[in-house]
């Protein structure tokens, strides 16, 4: 352990490492701060990525995919099944985050990081306004550690944003309220995502199955926070086990909140960035935040190492502008899409399920089922094709 750090990163998710990870190889000091004692556990995630947001920063390895995805099944509130075929350039994957994790912290250390874990986060040191360092515990001790940058990868329940002064409130509506059990015997195509919509499966929100080989399968859903208020997402996810898999073994339950928003207006104040989930970087449309936590913590490593190197810590505050013409904007449009979705009613859903099944299979792609299933919304017509390139 040195006195003192260029960059201290706090938490080791994805996105903890991924900011380490590019500001090593900035060749400055690094430090990750994870307050549980295994990189990687307990995972709260549906465990589901592209190919192409994960091979962005690690190369794919069977040890940590658990299906290989090339089908999407959506299925509406009336039963009615619309199956999707990607090619093998949008495949995707259901991943074992547990090793995921632990691989990727693995890549932030091989490029000089060093990690402490069972070390929790506590509080922040301050120069003049500036943040710099972090108050800790570890070892049932109290410490102190000055660094020049701090940044924050703590999750969905960030305090470091907060205890630096930024906004980090999000609305209630806004956060979706997951619950999750893995469970065996499902019987499910190994290589398909199941997506179910409408009143009874996930109001405002949606249902998953996602499988993971062996006939196991993560099986859970999100419903807004409005909704989670009046009617939990655990008492859905009952419901939906006691009538299609009242059998079926339960091997875990996870419960959670998913941030479907916008990030946040401000994501960098001097001496501190935040990242992932903490800087409500998830995808709105999807609930998928493993990916664009990974894209928004390399753009904030990547500047604080470039930072610390021209000795111009005010460079730090470009993260924002560079993180929204890289992917904030677009989620700016992904979550208008996500507003009109919600807004549907059952019947509006199987309407819909119907005319794309009308399409047929082989010409089904992503944009066209949502083209069709916004047809009737002109004004987010044009979202739709900043998205899907019509
Ligand atoms: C039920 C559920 C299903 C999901 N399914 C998917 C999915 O299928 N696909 C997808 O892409 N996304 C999914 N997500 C979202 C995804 O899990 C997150 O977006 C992703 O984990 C964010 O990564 P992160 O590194 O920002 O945060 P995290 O992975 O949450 O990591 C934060 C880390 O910080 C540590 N930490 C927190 N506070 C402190 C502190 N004070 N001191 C030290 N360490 C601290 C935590 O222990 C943790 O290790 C799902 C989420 C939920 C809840």
């Known amino acids: 352990m040195k006195e003192e750090y260029d960059i201290i990163v706090v938490g080791a998710g994805p996105a903890g490492s991924m900011a380490a990870r590019f500001a090593a190889e900035k060749g400055v000091s690094v430090l990750m701060l994870e307050k549980d004692r295994d990189v990687g556990y307990p995972v709260r995630c549906g465990e589901a990525i592209s190919k192409a947001g994960v091979e962005e920063f690690i190369d794919s390895n069977e040890l940590w995919i658990k299906a290989h995805i090339n089908k999407f099944s959506f299925i509406a509130p009336d039963e009615t099944e619309v199956l999707l075929q990607f090619d093998s350039e949008q495949e995707g994957y259901v991943l074992e985050r547990r090793i995921f994790d632990y691989e990727l912290a693995k890549t932030a250390v091989n490029t000089g990081a060093q990690i402490l874990t069972r070390t929790y986060v506590n509080g922040l040191l301050f120069d003049d306004d500036k943040v710099a360092g972090v108050k800790y515990e570890h070892n049932g001790e109290q410490k102190e550690l000055k660094a020049k940058i701090v940044i924050a990868a703590d999750g969905v329940e960030s305090r470091v944003g907060r205890w630096a002064g930024l906004k980090t409130h999000i609305d209630f509506r806004d956060m979706e309220c997951c619950t999750q059990i893995t469970a065996a ?11 179910y919509f409408g009143e009874e499966f996930a109001p405002e929100g949606y249902f998953w199955i996602f499988p993971k080989g062996d006939n196991i399968a993560n099986i859970g859903l999100g419903v807004s926070g409005m909704i989670g208020k009046k009617k939990s997402a655990q008492s859905f996810l009952n419901s939906f086990m006691e009538k299609y898999y009242p059998q079926a073994p339960i091997l875990t339950t996870i419960a959670g909140g998913v941030p479907s928003a916008v990030t946040l207006d401000k994501i960098s104040a001097p001496g501190i960035a935040l990242v992932g989930d903490a800087a409500r970087q998830v995808n709105p449309l999807s609930g998928g935040g493993i990916a664009s ?5 390399s753009i904030a490593g990547r500047i604080a190492g470039e930072a610390i190197k021209m000795n111009k810590l005010d460079h730090l505050l470009t993260y924002d502008k560079a993180w929204h013409d890289r992917l904030g904007r677009r989620h700016e449009t992904f979550n208008r899409i996500k507003e009109g979705i919600f807004n549907f009613s059952d019947e509006k859903f199987n ?14 792609t992503l944009g066209r089922v949502f083209r069709t299933a916004l047809i009737k919304q002109p004004s987010l017509i044009i979202d739709i094709a900043k998205v899907f390139v019509i």
Not at 185 to 195: E, Q, R, S
Not at 293 to 297: F, L, W
């Open 293 to 297: 936590g990974m894209i928004g913590a």
């Open 351 to 364: 309407i819909i399920a119907h005319s794309i099944n009308k399409i047929p299979f082989e010409k089904r």
């Open 185 to 195: 015997n499902i019987n499910v195509d190994p290589n398909t995502l199941y997506f």
